[in-house]
Nanobody, 122 residues
Framework: QVQLVESGGGLVQAGGSLRLSCSAS????????MRWFRQAPGKEREFVAT???????YYSDSVKGRFTISRDNAKNMMYLQMNSLKSEDTGVYYC????????????????WGQGTQVTVSS
């Protein structure tokens, strides 16, 4: 079965950086679109970024220019480099994917990781 495991969250000051990782197993990784979502306290889960198997990317307006999504198909890994962090970036960050060759830009697939907490102090 598909398993997604996030890591790399933590506490950082505003203006700082963090790099999140997502390890995937149980799937043909290169055939899956991968996404990051986040959920702030008291808010709905929101889309952050998408990366297709070939490396094309798409970002939400709120993180464009500050976050970079990437993947290593040989290692079944996805990453989110977060720079110039703001207090509003605080939340639990989730790795997400769906069925093989499903290609939605922002609609989440059925598979989620457990999430990793990112806290940005102002």
């Amino acid at each position: 079965q598909v398993q997604l495991v996030e890591s790399g969250g933590g506490l950082v000051q505003a203006g700082g950086s963090l790099r999140l990782s997502c390890s995937a197993s149980g799937l043909t990784f290169s055939a899956h679109v991968m996404r990051w979502f986040r959920q702030a306290p008291g808010k709905e889960r929101e889309f952050v970024a998408t990366i297709w198997g070939g490396g094309s990317t798409y970002y939400s307006d709120s993180v464009k220019g500050r976050f970079t999504i990437s993947r290593d198909n040989a290692k079944n890994m996805m990453y989110l480099q977060m720079n110039s962090l703001k207090s509003e970036d605080t939340g639990v960050y989730y790795c997400n994917t769906g069925a093989r060759w499903e290609s939605s830009r922002t609609t989440p697939g059925n598979y989620w990781g457990q999430g990793t907490q990112v806290t940005v102090s102002s």
